[in-house]
Structure formats: C-alpha cells, structure tokens
C-alpha cells in the first residue's frame, strides 16, 4: 500500500497564541522574542502582518524594531504555547497511531489506510483543519503527499490556513513546478552556490547525474539535490515511535551563527522535550543532539549517563555540551533537533545517586510547577533565559 502523508504545521505559532490570547493583538503585526532595548535579544516568530514590513525568525530584535517599530513586542510565554501545542496534537492522534511531532509547531500524520474510517485524505484534512480551529482557535496549514518531505514542502505554500495536495503520480512534476527557492533545505548560501552554477530552476538540477552534483556541490549537498528535485522519498522525519524518544527540532528560516541565538534555541527545544516527558510521565538517561548545516551536512551526537536527566537546566547544560563537542565553527545552523531517547516509565526502578547536588530537589519543584499549571493554566512559570537578558 502507497503511504499517504500530511504534513500539519501551526500558522506563526507563537504570534498566534498571543493574538488568541489578547484579543487587542489581532490585526497588528506581533513579534516574539522580547522587547525593545533588550540585549542580544533575537526573533522567535513574527506574525504575517509583521512580515509584511521584512521582519523573520532569527532576526536580531533591534533590525526588527527598525523595520517595524510600531508592533507589538512581547517576550513570550512558553509554558502557553507547549499546552495549545498539546491540544493540538491530541486531535492528531484522533485519526492515526502514526503522529511524528518533529517541533512545538509542527508534525506529520500518517493517514495510510485510513480511507474506510475517515474518507478520502483531502477530506480529512478539511477535517483536521476545521477541528484545529474549531477547539483550539489557531489556523494550521497542511500538504498532503505521498512522502514526508513532499507533504512538508506542500504545507508551506499556501500559508496561512493553506492545503496544498500533491496527487500521485504527480510528485516530479511538482518538484519541476517549484521555483529553487522553495526546495526545502537549500539555504541561502546553497542557493546561491546554485545560481553561481547556472542552475536556476528544479528542473536544472533534475537533468543532471548525482555524480556531476557531488562534484559540484559536495557529497552532501549534491545527494540531497539530486534527490530533493524527485521528491525525497527516502528522507524521513523524527522517528520517535520507532526508537522510543521524545524529540523536538527546528529548521530556521535564516541560518544560525550567533551563539547567543543558538543556546536560545537549544534551551527552547529543551524545554519542549521535557514538557513533554512530564506530560508522558516518563525519563530518560540519553540526550541526543542533532545539528544540520547550510550545505545540509547533518552530524548527530550522544550521551548517555548513569542518571537520568533531572529537570530543564540539566538537559539544557546537556545540550550544551554536547553542542560544543560536535559543533563546527563558522558554519551557518539550518537545524538544531534535540531529544531524550530510550524513554522508561518514571515508575521503573532506578538506582539512587550518593551525591545530589539540588538536582533532585529543581527537579520535584519543576514536577509542582507543572502539576499547578496542569490545574491553573492561568498560572505561567517562564525560564530566565527565554524571558531575555534586561
């Protein structure tokens, strides 16, 4: 049986909790990430009206509030948008066993076989879009497909509140209908490498050999093109039912070279995946770090050690350093994915540690803080870090 994917992706998610929220908000460009005059503060999402005046994720605050100083600025609240992102991906599961949540924002269903329970796949993506907005207030755009990386790249084309079906058959000649810029993957420096080239369109790069791309562009980015222009049907996304995890990643709209921006990043994911864990009940002892590069050369690392991680600040210091230990300096951050594997039920047995070091004790305070705005979601508990340097 042909698989059949979508690809469901929350429309400016974080703008888009804060314009639910505050009623005052809607119809005015909101940027995420901190207000003006805080330090080395950068852009976490920016609503499409604030688009509109050039303002992106990643982007230092102080370039967005040039560009667009009559927004609104607000540093965020993460707690917030992990529950509207868990009452989203709970409607997901409604429909399939199969849901890869690959960030805060967005996730994969696999809809294979489902036809006999819910009716056609255009249908019920009608369907999970109408419910998504319906109990949760937020848009989504989705691209159906036969192939996660098609169904991501669909999603994204019709944004906001856009559905974009690649029907079967007919996966080259959507890759040959795109313009490069839309190829998922392909940065700004592969793009213009490509350019530079004289490869301006897909179907360019289509009409050349693998080899010819490798000797081009390198082993890595010359595969992925040459793989990218037919629909990458081997690229698989997350993985998590498979090797037990918890993950979470991000791909930037911009590359990421500042380290400031980076550990933000790194601190988010972290707090999403530990969110996560509580939500699950579970632990882990092995954090594990994914980085991809703008020539999309993807390297992955390790750890795992005899106690499990304790609570946010020990899985970001984790990160951290595994980060340092892989991270090549200079080379832009097209991805940074983060993830607890080999989960167990917090239940099981574990042997206790001698020394503790308030470990346990941050710990059993992150389980009440939880547990209180599990009850209260009035009640918002923020790290530091994400609240910005004053």
């Known amino acids: ?88 991906m709970s409607i997901f599961s409604d429909y399939s066993p199969e849901v890869t949540q690959i960030s805060i924002d967005e996730a994969f269903i696999d809809i294979t076989g489902t036809e006999r329970l819910f009716g056609n796949p255009v249908d019920l993506a009608k369907k999970i879009k109408a419910r998504v907005k319906t109990e949760t207030g937020l848009s989504v755009s989705v691209g159906l497909a036969t192939t996660m990386y098609l169904s991501k790249i669909a999603s994204g084309l019709r944004k906001p509140n856009g559905l974009t079906v690649v029907p079967r058959g007919k996966e080259e000649d959507f890759m040959l209908s795109l313009p490069i810029e839309k190829v998922w993957g392909v940065g700004g420096k592969t793009l213009a490498h490509l350019k530079a080239a004289g490869f301006c369109t897909t179907r360019d790069i289509y009409e050349k050999s693998e080899a010819l791309l490798i000797s081009i562009f390198g082993q890595s980015s010359g595969s992925f093109l040459y793989n990218a222009v037919r629909g990458n049907k081997g690229m698989v996304f997350g993985g998590e039912a498979k090797n037990h995890s918890i993950s979470s990643e991000t791909t930037f709209e911009f590359d990421l070279t500042d380290r400031y921006a980076i550990d933000t990043a790194l601190m988010s994911l972290s707090m999403d995946v530990l969110y996560r864990m509580h939500r699950e009940n579970v632990r882990s002892r092995t954090v594990a770090l994914k980085i991809r590069y703008e020539d999309f050369t993807t390297v992955s690392v390790q750890a795992t050690t005899e106690r499990p991680v304790m609570n946010a600040d020990d899985m970001f210091a984790r990160c951290q350093a595994l980060f340092t230990k892989k991270y090549q300096e200079g080379k832009g951050i097209r991805l940074l994915g983060v993830s607890c594997d080999n989960v167990e039920d917090k239940s099981t047995p574990t042997q206790q540690e001698f020394f503790d070091f308030g470990d346990s004790k941050r710990a059993k305070v992150e389980e009440a803080i939880y547990a209180m705005e599990d009850r209260n979601p009035d009640l918002r508990v923020k790290k530091a870090r994400l609240l910005q340097e004053e």
């Open 1 to 88: 049986m042909d698989s059949v994917f979508l690809h469901v992706d929350l429309d400016a998610f974080f703008a888009s909790v804060e314009q639910l929220d505050h009623p005052e908000y809607r119809g005015k460009p909101v940027i995420v990430g901190g207000l003006p005059g805080d330090r080395r503060a950068v852009v976490s999402t920016a609503s499409y009206e604030a688009r509109k005046f050039g303002v992106h994720s990643a982007m230092p605050l102080v370039t967005a509030v040039k560009l667009c100083p009559q927004a609104v600025y607000v540093r965020g609240n993460y707690k917030r948008y992990s529950e509207k992102s868990h009452e989203v």
